[in-house]
């Protein structure tokens, strides 16, 4: 089984208000109208924006509730369930947007990084459609689609910094300008959300245990106090392991002497633990890198409680703080339209030939030519 972090909740759509602002348009001259597919764990997406900013459609089919027996999500599974969506996803997006297969100017795909498997079917189909429509083909970094799901939202400022927080990273990410990532930590063993969830296991939560987590840690009266990993001084990477292991510990412990644990302090005390060292290296690093925005992403960015403590010290600092509606903070396909575009603009299309690839680095991913961009 494989843990892709907290999930959006049932089978979902855009909201008629993202929708009816922008449905209905068709594409003007230079105008792009890309069509996105995103299917690198368990969440078949399919979307279409215009320019990189309106949302026109943004269907999402959910898995949770084929793996919730599992514990988490299993390969095979997800993949078979991402064959059986696709094709209707594709066909139902383009029908609510209002538009035809014509208007499309490019197809776009996440490429990685992701459960392979998983990624393959997504991959096939942006591929077998691009060639069907003749229009190009754009791979995309998942994790700079959800940098850029902020820019679906609001404008962007660089340089700026992203604090990326997900089941299966965790990362600040410089951006020093559009479309140009350099990562300067990432966590050294467990993603955050992948701490999330073992934690909730052990906590006996059903999957996804994230949001179970964040809900019971608000309720608690107290907290028990569990350690922080802060590294070397100089270190912007994470480490979650010890974490987790002093919350099995403090479990264990309880039940040698025959006692329940204390669910809501060790949950109060698991979050007050992550959010700090979250909170503080992302605003040091945005301080020590000149950042004018700092951006919160991931799925973990659904977190009430990360959500509020950031903004808390984001204000103190004087440091202005994107993050994406709940809809976008989960795997969807709006967001790999957003950063596909950035590609679009600069014409940096993909082979059809393209290969998924699981290990996909962001920095590799980065926009090439500011030239192209500025003329187009």
Not at 130 to 149: E, F, K, N
Not at 176 to 197: K, L, P, S
Not at 326 to 354: F, V, Y
Request: hydrophobic share 45%.
């Amino acid at each position: 089984m494989t843990k892709c972090g907290q999930q959006p909740d049932p089978t979902c759509a855009a909201s008629a208000a993202e929708t009816a602002a922008v449905g209905g348009e068709t594409a003007a001259a230079g105008d792009s109208v890309i069509l996105a597919v995103e299917t690198s764990c368990d969440e078949t997406s399919v979307a279409i924006v215009k320019n990189g900013r309106q949302i026109l459609a943004n269907l999402v089919s959910s898995q949770i509730e084929t793996h919730r027996k599992f514990g988490g999500v299993v390969p095979e599974i997800a993949s078979r369930k991402h064959v059986e969506s696709i094709t209707m996803l594709m066909e139902e997006a383009v029908r609510s947007a209002g538009l035809s297969l014509q208007d499309i100017t490019a197809v776009a795909v996440t490429q990685g990084p992701g459960l392979v498997g998983s990624l393959l079917v997504g991959v096939v189909a942006a591929k077998s459609l691009a060639l069907a429509l003749d229009v190009p083909l754009i791979g995309t970094h998942h994790i700079a689609g959800h940098i850029y799901a902020n820019r679906l939202v609001e404008e962007m400022v660089y340089p700026a910094m992203a604090l990326v927080v997900s089941g299966g990273h965790t990362e600040l990410v410089l951006l020093e300008r559009e479309g140009v990532f350099r990562v300067i930590g990432r966590t050294r063993d467990d993603a955050v959300g992948e701490a999330y969830d073992k934690v909730a296991r052990a906590l006996q939560f059903p999957y996804p245990g994230g949001p179970h987590i964040d809900r019971l840690a608000q309720e608690a009266d107290e907290a028990i106090e569990l350690p922080r990993a802060w590294l070397e001084p100089d270190s912007y990477d994470f480490s979650f392991s010890g974490l987790k292991s002093a919350v099995l510990a403090a479990i264990n412990q309880a039940k040698m002497r025959g006692e329940a644990p204390m669910r809501a302090a060790l949950a109060r005390g698991f979050q007050e633990s992550v959010i700090d060292v979250l909170t503080t290296k992302a605003l040091r690093a945005a301080g020590e890198y000149g950042a004018r925005q700092l951006l919160l992403c991931g799925g973990v960015a659904a977190n009430a409680g990360l959500r509020a403590a950031l903004a808390e010290r984001c204000a103190e600092a004087g440091l202005p703080l994107l993050v994406p509606p709940l809809s976008l903070c989960t795997d969807n396909a709006a967001m790999i339209a957003a950063a596909a575009e950035l590609k679009w603009r600069r014409a940096e299309w993909t082979p059809l030939d393209m290969k998924a690839d699981p290990l996909l680095s962001l920095e590799a991913w980065s926009v090439k030519d500011e030239a192209a961009a500025a003329k187009r």
